[in-house]
């Protein structure tokens, strides 16, 4: 038997609180194995609908000044998914972290916050 999925939601942007006007802007992806020094980074960047720029940096040094260090996830693999709003300038961000066998999401405007347990 499997699980139930859930019910659809809408995004609220995260800066005036509206519920339409949300758009995909950017695409980041974080894999390494675990508590790995180095990893990969995607950047996928989009204006219009289009990819316009796209970066994939193999065995890069994780620390504070590489694209790894902003990872969500403190040792596995992450996400963060970027919206900008049609209303306002704000831009508010999923972020998704694989940490000690769960999965963690925040959404919010927080651009390099690491997810961990309360």
């Not at 790995?36 to 996928?44: F, S």
Request: glycine content about 8%.
């Amino acid at each position: 038997m499997s699980k139930p999925t859930g019910e659809t939601k809408q995004f609220v942007c995260q800066g005036c609180n509206n519920e339409v006007g949300a758009y995909l802007i950017r695409t980041e992806i974080f894999e390494r194995e675990e508590d790995a020094k180095t990893g990969t980074y995607v950047d996928i960047m989009m204006e219009d609908g289009c990819v316009f720029h796209t970066t994939d940096t193999s065995s890069v040094i994780v620390d504070n000044k590489s694209p790894l260090g902003n990872n969500p996830s403190k040792r596995r693999n992450g996400l963060r998914i970027h919206f900008g709003c049609e209303y306002c300038d704000e831009t508010s961000i999923l972020s998704i972290a694989s940490h000690k066998g769960n999965i963690l999401y925040k959404f919010g405007t927080d651009t390099v916050e690491t997810l961990q347990f309360s």
